[in-house]
């Protein structure tokens, strides 16, 4: 089944640790997302990719790191300097590299991350 | 600087009852409005895309409109069901990789 697997589901961070959530998608999508939901709020924006090895800051980049060696997978980072990370992390994808109107986001499962 | 909201955050019905769900935006040059489905602590479901130049989109009990020049999009679910019980975002495309969300209607079906 083509799709977007995200790992792992739940996640704990003790203070001063950094960690990775890794996202995988086989939909052979250019573009990469990575966003973050808090209770209340809408999706935020931290990074995107267009092409491998390439990748931009979104909103709220602060905090944390991503790499796009392969087209695939898209793992971001939380790190220590991430003052406030407890939150349900979404990691999506897009068939193009936004030239079009008729494209759509597929997500993720999610990983939830809480700090211990 | 574009901001999508959603009214109600809440909403309870019961069974069979038809309703709109209402999303609305301040700037109208979007490429396109999307809504999704999202199960608690699950990922988003794509339920419809409405590109810029159309007024609205149907899938099967769903039917999605959008007023540009108003800056709002309904998303109405007929004969609604218990297992249509989820929250359902809005999102604008609001550039090349630019999506802005809305933060939800929760809505419960009764049965």
């Known amino acids: 089944d083509g799709g977007i697997t995200q790992s792992p589901k739940y996640l704990f961070r003790k203070e001063g640790q950094n960690v990775t959530l890794s996202c995988e998608q086989n939909?052979?999508?250019?573009?990469m997302y990575w966003y973050r939901q808090d209770p209340g709020q809408g999706l935020r924006l931290i990074y995107y990719s267009q092409i491998v090895n390439d990748f931009q800051k979104g909103d709220i980049a602060e905090g944390y790191s991503v790499s796009r060696e392969k087209k695939e997978s898209f793992p971001l980072t939380v790190t220590s300097a991430q003052k406030n990370p407890t939150a349900f992390y979404l990691c999506?994808?897009?068939?193009?590299?936004?030239?079009?109107?008729?494209?759509?986001?597929?997500f993720g499962p999610g990983t939830r991350l809480t700090v211990l | 600087k574009q901001e999508v909201t959603q009214i109600p955050a809440a909403l309870s019905v019961p069974e069979g009852e038809n309703l709109v769900l209402n999303c609305s935006f301040t700037?109208?040059?979007?490429?396109?409005l999307q809504w999704f489905r999202q199960d608690p602590g699950k990922g988003l479901t794509s339920l419809l895309l409405?590109?810029?130049?159309?007024r609205e989109q149907t899938s099967g009990r769903l039917n999605a409109s959008l007023d540009k020049s108003s800056g709002r999009s309904t998303l109405y679910i007929a004969a609604s069901q218990p297992g249509d019980s989820a929250t359902y975002l809005c999102a604008v495309r609001a550039g090349t990789y630019k999506y802005i969300f809305g933060t939800g209607t929760r809505l419960k079906v009764l049965a």
């Open positions: 939909l052979n999508h250019d573009a």
């Open positions: 700037d109208s040059a979007i490429y396109n």
């Open positions: 409405i590109q810029s130049s159309q």
């Open positions: 999506a994808s897009s068939p193009d590299r936004g030239g079009t109107s008729t494209d759509t986001q597929y």
